[in-house]
């Protein structure tokens, strides 16, 4: 694939585009069928999405200036041709009309569900609106992306230019010599008078360590609302942004006849409304409650000890000053003792052999070839776009049927974008009747550790646990299959999508499972069971307070979008925060300025009034998991049925049903407290 090709393609796949919304905007009255209406809808625009997934993920990968130009032209034609949107209001017409035709009613399940994500889609993209209310949703969207914008750069300002000069070495009695001598070189740079001076800032001269190491409680005291106090200073304060874009969005969500913006963004999800979000985490939080008072309890005694008198409360410029002189609280299990039995390749094949094995499926290493320009493949070799790439086809183990197909591309590279991610790059629709259909494509990627020459190839645990992770993802992506291609796809209800991926890490502590791809790189011996079962305990010493803080991240995210008019608007932010948190606070003297002044996940990117997710996800997880841990964590029945009741059903039938049918029940919260409860002091 050319730069120049994918031009091509991406122009041929907007005029076909164009033809295929110009078939349904011409539909007679008394002549729609579910083929000409709905279908041609979703398959108008399935070869754009196509060819523009292949371009963006070559340019992510690769990430060649040739590509970047032209993704850069591609994207901006297929932006165009979007905004242009072509018979959009005549097109939701016609669907509407349609979806209350009788022929509707005489539909499949399938087809039924599909009617009615459709135009619960038109709706929230206001096609049923009025030209003024569309003419004031553009604005709308358009000011809050400007907001959105403006947060990140106000957050990311203030985090950079808060500084401390300090002009008396005694400030900093009990600095280590080498911070010193940086924080006096960073002085020199910032004062010009002369004078000595030590500079501490957020970026150069880290004020980290002055919390920990300092025994002037005044310096500390300075450094922590430095680096707490983002978003609050005048030039930089968030607050005006953040009631504006909560009032924005209100008003976004009552045009589109929600009540409030946490409706609207629950709507397509597990949750449906907002308020059913805010139970659910005022229900963990009430659960978490038992664990986060003795966590409480016992660091007020560890800190009362450290003091010498009895402490109710606690000066946040001192926690991290007395933590250094107290015994550690957990046991400290060194989690990088396990890297040398995680040999790269022993890993990939275990952890495709554990999948197999669990989901009756057959999955074969493909030869590849990256081809220099000019030459072209042999037969039965698949080309990739890097040596490194490996390419896998997954088959059902029964009938042979091939599912899917997927590019494995794990090392770090220059260029590479970073982290780890999965990337469909084809839907596909394996039929479930027995014909042939099309199988899945998709991508999985990833950053770790290129190897050392001479050295062995070994993976590190959070390197383990990402690729456990992403696997989940594929298989949600590979396994899809039904009557519709547009149910057969890993996009599933948002809330649910990190569930397969979040269930399947968890396979990284299971002992049972370990043995089966530990294997240490110098003597070929498993992982003895002391350090496995070692590892299985340290998972349950997830902080308390991390869980802690997310609870409440969620509830203030939830509550703020539900009750911007009764609760925020004409106050202070932060005191409507405490209000909302009091409980749950951590008891300092001194309450730092409220998370949401700085959290870009909710207020500039797509976690608004969504970041109930991340603990929702985990619950369900939790909750799959205790039926493996009953049943055998490589039982293959139980995997038949994790694979038959949610990777192969898409969104074909609501995820809440999904889990109903693999849990034979209903989801239950009691896994995921339990986790994080059992190893509080
Ligand atoms: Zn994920």
Redesign the pocket.
Known sequence: MTPEQALTDTRAAIDEARAQLEAIATVAPGTATFENTFLAWYEAGQNLKQVTNYVFHLHTVLGKKDMQQMMSRIMAEATAYKAEGLHATRIAQVLRESANAPWVKELSPARQRFVQQTLQSMNDSGLFLTPEQQTRKAAIEKELSQLGFRFTAYVQNARHQWQLLIRTPAELAGMPRGWMQMAEGGGKQVSNDGQPAWLINLTTVPAAPVLRYCTVAETRRKCWLGTTSAGTDRAYDTEPIIKRILELRHELATILGYANFADMQASRRMMGCGQKALDFINDMLQKSKPAWDAYVAAELKRFSQACGKELTEVNPWDVEYLNRHLPPERSSFNINVITPYLQIDKVVEGLMNIWAGLLNLHIQELPTVCLKPGESPKPGVVETWHPDVRCFSVKDAVTGKHLGSFYMDILARPHKRTQA??LPLRDGNPKSDGSLGEPHLAALMANFTPPQPGKPHLLNHGELYMLF??F??MMHMMLGHGELRAHCTAEVERDF??MP??LQESWIWEPEALATFTCHYATGEPLPDHLAQQLANTRGTNPIEMHIRMLCASKLDLELHMHYHDKCKDRPIDEVAQEILGPWLFPYTEQPPSEIRTLTYTMAEGYAAALYTYKWSEMLAADAMTRFKKEGVLNPSTGADYRRCILERGSSIPAMQQIRDFLGREPDSAALIERYSQHTP
């Open positions: 991610w999965c992770h992403e989940g993802h999508a990190e991926s979040q």
